[in-house]
């Protein structure tokens, strides 16, 4: 489930072109709670794994296109601060542990 969705108190991604059966899910259990936003980030369906967040805000890797850019700012609450970061490790949901007061990163991720 965490490598095909990206689950905070603010908000839910899933994967577009997934399985309905397997997302509804979520829409069933959240829908009326925060926003499931259906995406891709670089075109991938692994959007767990691609970007980590909280219901403070979304880091997602550079590989994120314009377009899934846009439609994460247009779809996630105002509340919510979205960033694009240059970082070798793309997979950042493997590479960050976060919650909304603390993060641990890799030992290998880049300074910024």
Known sequence: ?????????????????????????????????IPVIYTSIGGSRVVGRLCIGNRHGLVVPSITTDQELQHLRNSLPDSVKLQRVEERLSALGNCVCANDHVALLHTRSEEH
């Open 1 to 33: 489930v965490g490598v095909f969705a990206r689950l905070t108190n603010a908000y839910c991604l899933v994967a577009s072109g997934a399985s309905q059966n397997f997302y509804s899910v979520f829409e069933q259990e959240l829908g009326n709670h």
